[in-house]
């Protein structure tokens, strides 16, 4: 039997983020669902199993501390990297409190954001 592919989903209100995350992501033969907010987020978390999020922390609707909150109370084994600017440093230590495994701050690098991928995963 074929080993599974890592589901990832990725939260951001820019479509451009969401398309280079896609990209780094199935290049590195992980399976990407988007959503354009939390709201959207929680409704494919619903729908299928997903074994990591990687979300925004500032998005119309429902934003990424809230969208962390409820992740941990619905789905408490989901990992979740939490991405923002640079001017967010506070705002990412606090999503950390909030459940997230790790951050990545924008501009994202590839390398980076692969290799966090991988050790929220435990695939060092």
């Known amino acids: 039997m074929a080993e599974q ?5 990725v939260v951001d209100d820019d479509a451009d983020v969401r ?3 896609r990209r780094m992501l199935e290049g590195a033969g992980h399976e990407v669902i988007e ?7 929680m409704a494919e978390c619903r729908s299928q199993p997903v074994d990591l999020m990687i979300t925004d922390i500032f998005m119309p609707e429902q934003e990424g501390m809230e969208t962390i909150s409820q992740v941990r ?7 979740i990297i939490a991405v923002s600017g640079q001017t967010s440093a506070l705002y990412l230590k606090m999503t950390k409190l ?3 495994q790790a951050t990545l ?8 954001v692969l ?6 995963l435990g695939c060092r």
């Open 5 to 9: 592919r890592v589901r990832i989903l």
């Open 19 to 21: 398309l280079v995350l």
């Open 35 to 41: 959503a354009p907010n939390g709201k959207a987020a």
């Open 73 to 79: 109370r619905e789905y408490p084994h989901l990992k």
């Open 98 to 100: 909030l459940g997230a």
């Open 105 to 112: 701050e924008k501009p994202l690098r590839m390398e980076k």
């Open 115 to 120: 290799e966090t991928v991988k050790e929220v």
